[in-house]
């Protein structure tokens, strides 16, 4: 898929995935992206990983579509996980 799709649009498509976003509109003040470009998806997160290792691309993101679960205790960080080659 090679288009751009809003937040709400991706989190509809690849519910409860983990996707890859490249092409990204996301204001660092926001918790999640305005929308982006689906690179890949997965169920599982060291899945999708494992195959962006492969074939890493300069700029991307990955996102959870579905709501975090946490356990009391759990500290919760909004750091994004963004992948940018460092050549």
Do not use: C
Not at 30 to 43: F, L, N, Q, T
Not at 55 to 66: K, L, N, R
């Amino acid at each position: 898929m090679n288009n751009q799709l809003t937040w709400d649009e991706i989190r509809n498509i690849y519910r409860d995935e983990w996707v890859e976003l490249v092409d990204y509109d996301w204001n660092e003040f926001e918790p999640k992206p305005r929308s982006g470009v689906i690179r890949d998806h997965a169920k599982d997160r060291r899945e999708l990983h494992a195959r962006f290792m492969k074939v890493p691309v300069e700029d991307s993101a990955i996102v959870y579509t579905g709501a975090m679960k946490f356990d009391e205790g759990t500290i919760f960080s909004a750091n994004l996980h963004q992948y940018a080659d460092r050549k």
